[in-house]
């Protein structure tokens, strides 16, 4: 079941705000993320970056990063965005991203203010 338009439009925006407070308060100083309209780009001091967009047509949040991309799907039951090929969540999924980049565990998750 698909969510509506009103639902995506009060979880999508807020999801990738969320996302930035929680990469701003690891103070990684090899990453630097942006968020400019629907579109969080992450950016490894290497020149590497990672994306993750709200796709409002889809009413998915989309990600790419080291080749791969993933479709996130919002499930009301996990209350989460997930990736229905995979059953990825989408905060695992960029944790264990940047985790294989940065080698050392990276651990994102919402702010509880």
């Not at 989309?62 to 993933?70: D, K, P, T, V």
Request: glycine share 4%; proline share 3%; net charge negative.
């Amino acid at each position: 079941m698909s969510i509506s338009e009103q639902d995506y439009e009060a979880r999508a925006l807020p999801e990738l705000r969320a996302l930035v407070e929680a990469l701003d308060a690891l103070e990684l100083p090899e990453l630097e993320c942006e968020l400019a309209s629907d579109i969080l780009t992450i950016e490894h001091s290497n020149g590497d970056r990672y994306v993750v967009n709200s796709h409002r047509a889809a009413r998915q949040i989309w990600m790419a990063a080291e080749r791969n991309a993933w479709h996130f799907d919002w499930d009301e039951e996990r209350a989460a965005w997930v990736a229905k090929k995979s059953g990825d969540e989408l905060w695992g999924t960029l944790s264990r991203v940047l985790t294989g980049k940065l080698g050392q565990p990276v651990r994102l998750a919402k702010s509880t203010s």
